[in-house]
């Protein structure tokens, strides 16, 4: 009886956790790909959502380009909230709106400057957006969100182009995670990657049965995007939200969407600015987070072109210096390099050229990183280099007289004491065969 009573029990335990209470099958869900949030009127917030439609992507675009499967569907809502703005897109949904795989979240500029406490408040309490999804500051949120470039979906161009502009040296991807530990962990402020997005007429696309003549000369035309939304909800008939593939059949160039990537700085939840191109570059050398990209130097032996070399790796050092009132920070930077292109007949394994190439580019680098400290510390007043948490680490009540006159007063002022030591490790295969 009592082996009979235990296989009862068994069996009724397992029935009780059979399955899932709140399952939802896959082709119950509405699949958000990214999410977008800019400023509405007074102190409400416009959520762009983009929708996937998996069906179409598995189909493939086979047949005519003009009937293809609409891949993505934008949704735009208004309301006081981050969910009520959602809970409205679901009127208009026939799935269930799900933000588990939102890969990027877009933040609109006017709303980044006046705060964005509450929406990362919303992203960390809701247990259904990853705290892997990367941010990233745009002009207007919702512009970035247009017609895909290379790949079908915008989340994946966005995914896509913060991945590979980290070859460029001159931005950093940041997630809700990092973000969200700068916000909460002091003496260091908050960054994010920042996008403008552009329509551009530089890409040429060839259709089924069109010839595409070599001599067509490629028009490049850019102009930043303009969403053009009103308040009220309505998009123009041509905007690009609503026909993200309107192409014509004319074999003109057929507008694309490209994306100038930097940094967008933050004191605490606040936007103050951006560091594009060599301001970006600046703070990453700084900070030892250029991963990859090219510097170009005049040639040290004299023929008057340039020699290109590839960053291999980058690392710093940053050691808090504190006496009595007097404080002041000692960074050392290492940057490894190779040679990838110069004039010919330059022997790259001299050693005597090496120095000379290497003097020139510490002072490049120097000079790069001086330049957007000087900005971030007199202009935008924000430690985003983190010296604050240094302070911190090394002595936590000096930090805490110190914290509320630290952006203001104390960081503007702050002694910074750079060196930098680059090193050329490869001259080149090719250079030391025909200098043989």
Partial sequence: MRRIGLTALIVFLALGCSGCWDS?????????????????????????????????????????????????????????????????????????????????????????????????????????????????????????????????????????????????????????????????????????????????????????????????????????????????????????????????????????????????????????????DHEARGYLWTVGRVEQGTIEVDDPGGSGKKIALGIIRSSASVKPVIDDDLIRMDVELHVDLETREAPMHTNVNNQTLVQALEDSLDALILREARATLNRVQKELKTDIYGFGNKVYRKDPKLWAELEPRWNEEIFPNLEVNIQVKSRVRAPGSAYSVANR
């Fill in 24 to 276: 939802v099958e896959i082709e119950e869900v509405a699949i958000v790909g990214s999410m977008s949030i800019d400023k509405g009127q007074g102190d409400h917030v416009v959520v762009s959502l983009e929708v996937i439609n998996p069906s179409a992507l598995a189909s493939g675009t086979q047949g005519p380009i003009g009937e293809s499967p609409v891949v993505s569907v934008m949704t735009r809502d208004e309301a006081n909230t981050i969910p009520a703005a959602i809970t409205s897109a679901q009127r208009r949904t026939p799935r269930k709106i799900c933000t588990g795989l939102v890969g990027t979240i877009v933040i609109g500029q006017a709303l980044a400057r006046e705060g964005v406490g509450k929406i990362i408040d919303y992203l960390v309490r809701n247990a259904t957006v990853r705290s892997s999804a990367t941010l990233t500051t745009c002009d207007t949120g919702a512009g970035l969100l247009q017609r895909p470039f290379m790949f079908p979906l915008p989340s994946r161009t966005l995914a896509g182009l913060g991945e590979s502009a980290l070859a460029s040296g001159m931005t950093i991807t940041v997630t809700l995670c990092e973000f969200m530990a700068r916000l909460s962990e002091p003496g260091i402020e908050p960054i994010t990657m920042h996008t403008v997005g552009r329509k551009t007429k530089d890409v040429q696309v060839k259709r089924q049965g069109d010839e595409v003549k070599q001599t067509d000369p490629a028009v490049m035309r850019e102009q930043p995007i303009d969403v053009d939304v009103s308040l009220d909800g309505e998009l123009p008939p041509d905007s690009p939200i609503l026909n993200p593939y309107k192409e014509t059949s004319s074999g003109e160039f057929v507008p694309g969407t490209t994306i100038n990537i930097g940094i967008a700085a933050y004191r605490g939840d606040k936007l103050v600015g951006f560091l594009d």
